[in-house]
């Protein structure tokens, strides 16, 4: 994969690859809470569109293109999830994405899910990631829900 003009290396991220990875701009489609049967701790999923690689404008043009892949982004248990939404005057996208030393002597980091009309924090022990489907090469920051084939929070990356 990583002969690809897409950058892409791996179809799979961890939390051992976040000082490498960057979520701006990222629109998130859906968000699901879920549990386990073996109850808690909870699972935060977001589905979203993962902007693999920013390309610079071609001469004679203003504006990026960029290399995009719908992905499920995963943290594991997860606990003390609070946060503001909206109000909405249009979707959820990612600023930034910071991973924060405990507040105390419990071992899991802080996450802080920054976004332009929303902020989420929470503990979880990591994350993982994966890229459904190969990167598409598009002339915006977002898939159409037919490229990106649907909403959908499958943990199972497309190599």
């Known amino acids: 994969m990583s002969d690809s003009p897409s950058g892409l290396s791996k179809a799979v991220w961890t939390d051992a690859d976040f000082p490498v990875m960057g979520w ?12 386990d049967d073996d109850l808690p701790p ?3 999923l977001l589905d979203l569109d993962y902007i693999v690689r920013w390309v610079d404008p071609a001469p004679r043009q203003k504006y990026f293109t960029f290399w995009i892949a719908p992905a499920t982004l995963v943290f594991e248990q997860t606990w003390d999830l609070t946060g503001d939404i909206g ?4 979707n959820l996208e990612i600023a930034d994405l910071h991973r ?10 802080l996450w802080h899910l920054e976004g332009h009309e929303f902020d989420l924090r929470f503990r979880a022990r990591g994350f993982r ?31």
């Open 24 to 35: 701006h701009d990222c629109r998130i489609h859906a968000l699901s809470v879920a549990e």
């Open 42 to 44: 909870a699972r935060l």
């Open 87 to 90: 109000p909405l005057h249009g």
């Open 100 to 109: 924060l030393d405990p507040p105390d002597e419990r071992p899991y980091p």
């Open 129 to 159: 990631q994966y890229l459904r489907t190969p990167p598409q090469h598009v002339d915006r920051q977002v898939l159409t829900m037919t490229e990106r084939g649907g909403l959908g929070f499958a943990e199972q990356a497309f190599a």
